[in-house]
């Protein structure tokens, strides 16, 4: 069993506040915190020595190969590669990925070839694949999900032929935590003479792994998941790939020799490794290694697991709040628990949490494809690691259970309006949540229009929100407005007041109103006659960039309207093509 506190001793970000409140840091699957011993390590390279490295014949140079080539062997270690030589040093699992897809596959797919990847791949698992099918002709096939959360395998035994090539599989799914069977995958794709590559971003930092017993050809992970800094990422290659690839960057580090009319290349891995890699992070990661091997790996998941069955437990008990995904064991890490809550757009709910120092992820997790297979447009995201505690998971689940009394249907209260407060009466936060709150649960403009009407479309891909803008007018006013759609709380209400605040106005007042609403935001001043209302209890938003865009949906939406080559008063009411 871990020794929590005295492990989270070791993370400095920890003993900070955020709001007023100790930082609960739930986000770990995005990125995990850094122990003092990586920091140190990031900060004695550049104090004492700081040289490029496998070039320079001074001392200098020598140690930092030394220890650069000496994280290389940590790694190949920690993940049980056969040697140091089968470890080339990326970015990121992303860049990791992109690589076997340039260099091993630009190299071994035609036309007609086919890869398989799964319904729950992070886009770094699916982009790549995209681009490589366009460049060579091939096709990318999904292995489905069941209801549970788990791959459906009997589907992968249907897709896998003699045309198959390659199979991408996330050893971990970073929404759903479930534990794909990666080892039963490996043998079936390679009797049907498919190549293997393991996303193992979210499996490497959490739980023990070992490329040669799961039979993965290529396995990719981030440093910054596994306590390492950011900008350096691990792809582990079978030796025997090696043979199968071409080099994806040339330049300096990867050559053998260089005259004006041809080259020739290193051995790998340094035939990967093109240009000054990030030395400092490489060492740093190393030391990463050296932390969690000391705490070891198997502590590390039964922490996940028990931390994960304790939040599973609890958080089931909030009000309207639905689990994604199955619970922790065999099956799952228990390092992530992800859910919806009725009521409560995920936005909505990571802002209030972040208001009790509690960090969380909200959107769709870079799983686009998920979020469809689920039908859903966002979740929220809580991830644990080896430094969450129990009291921690109980911090997250009250904060819920205020959010969910919060979004709780009640009935319609009037809100103020009028003009605009002076600049020295800055809408508080419960004006803010009072206003927001109404407008979102009594929407106005959702009344149907009669007769034909211009329609504009709005969506924000970051979180799935969307509205629907449908104008009548007559003579240059706006005479009829419908605004519809879903999404957050911001998104919702800032529509609702646009239905508000522009039927009856004249285009030229609704363009000088929008110009207004997009100076607010953007900090800038607002004309003195230019009467807001209640529209200045959003201005605290402009504080949150991601929350802008919601805020501004419904009114860039209007904007492209406005400043469409056909605009709303040359319709006069007739659909927009």
């Given at each position: 069993?871990?020794?929590?506190?005295?492990?989270?001793?070791?993370?400095?970000?920890?003993?900070?506040?955020?709001?007023?409140?100790?930082?609960?840091?739930?986000?770990?699957?995005?990125?995990?915190?850094?122990?003092?011993?990586?920091?140190?390590?990031?900060?004695?390279?550049?104090?004492?020595?700081?040289?490029?490295?496998?070039?320079?014949?001074?001392?200098?140079?020598?140690?930092?190969?030394?220890?650069?080539?000496?994280?290389?062997?940590?790694?190949?270690?920690?993940?049980?590669?056969?040697?140091?030589?089968?470890?080339?040093?990326?970015?990121?699992?992303?860049?990791?990925?992109?690589?076997?897809?340039?260099?091993?596959?630009?190299?071994?797919?035609?036309?007609?070839?086919?890869?398989?990847?799964?319904?729950?791949?992070?886009?770094?698992?699916?982009?790549?694949?995209?681009?490589?099918?366009?460049?060579?002709?091939?096709?990318?096939?999904?292995?489905?999900?069941?209801?549970?959360?788990?791959?459906?395998?009997?589907?992968?035994?249907?897709?896998?032929?003699?045309?198959?090539?390659?199979?991408?599989?996330?050893?971990?799914?970073?929404?759903?935590?479930?534990?794909?069977?990666?080892?039963?995958?490996?043998?079936?794709?390679?009797?049907?003479?498919?190549?293997?590559?393991?996303?193992?971003?979210?499996?490497?930092?959490?739980?023990?792994?070992?490329?040669?017993?799961?039979?993965?050809?290529?396995?990719?992970?981030?440093?910054?998941?596994?306590?390492?800094?950011?900008?350096?990422?691990?792809?582990?290659?079978?030796?025997?790939?090696?043979?199968?690839?071409?080099?994806?960057?040339?330049?300096?580090?990867?050559?053998?020799?260089?005259?004006?009319?041809?080259?020739?290349?290193?051995?790998?891995?340094?035939?990967?490794?093109?240009?000054?890699?990030?030395?400092?992070?490489?060492?740093?990661?190393?030391?990463?290694?050296d932390y969690l091997r000391a705490v070891g790996m198997d502590a590390v998941a039964d922490h996940d697991r028990t931390l994960g069955a304790v939040a599973r437990r609890r958080l089931s008990e909030v009000h309207g709040l639905r689990l994604l995904g199955p619970s922790p064991g065999p099956d799952a890490t228990g390092g992530i628990a992800t859910f919806t809550m009725g009521g409560a757009h995920p936005h909505d709910i990571a802002q209030a949490l972040d208001g009790r120092g509690i960090a969380v992820r909200a959107g769709h997790h870079c799983c686009q494809p998920l979020m469809a297979r689920l039908g859903l447009a966002a979740t929220t995201r809580a991830s644990f690691y080896l430094y969450n505690t129990a009291s921690e998971v109980e911090a997250l689940a009250s904060a819920l259970d205020e959010v969910a009394r919060t979004y709780a249907p009640r009935p319609a209260v009037p809100v103020a309006s009028g003009p605009a407060p002076a600049a020295a009466e800055v809408p508080d936060d419960d004006l803010f949540r009072e206003v927001v709150l109404d407008h979102y649960m009594h929407p106005s403009g959702r009344e149907a229009l009669p007769g034909p009407a211009v329609e504009w479309h709005g969506r924000n891909p970051l979180c799935g929100d969307e509205v629907t803008l449908r104008l009548t007018t007559e003579e240059g006013r706006i005479s009829g407005l419908q605004v519809v759609g879903h999404g957050c709380s911001i998104s919702v209400a800032s529509g609702s007041m646009l239905a508000e605040r522009l039927k009856g106005r004249t285009l030229e007042e609704a363009r000088r109103l929008l110009r207004g609403v997009k100076a607010m935001f953007h900090g800038d001043p607002l004309p003195d006659d230019l009467d807001m209302g209640d529209l200045t209890a959003l201005q605290g938003v402009r504080d949150l960039p991601v929350r802008v865009k919601c805020a501004l949906l419904a009114w860039t939406t209007l904007e492209e309207a406005l400043d469409a080559p056909s605009s709303p008063e040359d319709h006069h009411g007739h659909s927009h093509p």
């Open positions: 069993m871990l020794d929590v506190e005295r492990i989270r001793a070791d993370f400095p970000i920890l003993s900070r506040s955020m709001n007023g409140h100790p930082l609960v840091y739930l986000d770990s699957a995005a990125t995990s915190q850094k122990p003092r011993a990586v920091i140190d390590a990031l900060v004695r390279y550049y104090e004492t020595i700081n040289a490029n490295v496998h070039r320079g014949v001074y001392r200098l140079a020598e140690e930092a190969t030394r220890e650069y080539e000496a994280a290389r062997t940590k790694v190949a270690a920690f993940v049980g590669a056969p040697s140091p030589m089968g470890v080339v040093f990326v970015r990121n699992a992303t860049e990791g990925i992109n690589l076997v897809a340039r260099a091993w596959g630009d190299r071994n797919l035609r036309e007609g070839d086919e890869i398989i990847v799964t319904a729950m791949e992070h886009h770094s698992n699916l982009v790549p694949w995209h681009l490589l099918a366009r460049r060579t002709g091939a096709r990318v096939r999904a292995v489905g999900i069941t209801e549970d959360g788990r791959l459906d395998l009997a589907g992968l035994d249907v897709l896998l032929n003699e045309r198959t090539r390659l199979v991408a599989v996330s050893h971990v799914s970073n929404v759903l935590g479930t534990i794909n069977p990666v080892a039963e995958i490996a043998r079936r794709a390679h009797a049907a003479g498919a190549a293997v590559l393991v996303d193992g971003a979210q499996s490497v930092p959490h739980m023990p792994v070992d490329v040669a017993a799961l039979g993965a050809d290529f396995l990719a992970f981030s440093g910054h998941k596994m306590l390492g800094p950011t900008g350096v990422g691990v792809l582990v290659v079978r030796p025997d790939r090696y043979e199968e690839m071409d080099p994806f960057l040339g330049g300096g580090e990867m050559i053998r020799e260089v005259t004006l009319t041809s080259s020739t290349y290193a051995d790998p891995p340094w035939r990967f490794e093109a240009g000054t890699p990030n030395i400092a992070g490489v060492i740093a990661l190393g030391a990463a290694v």
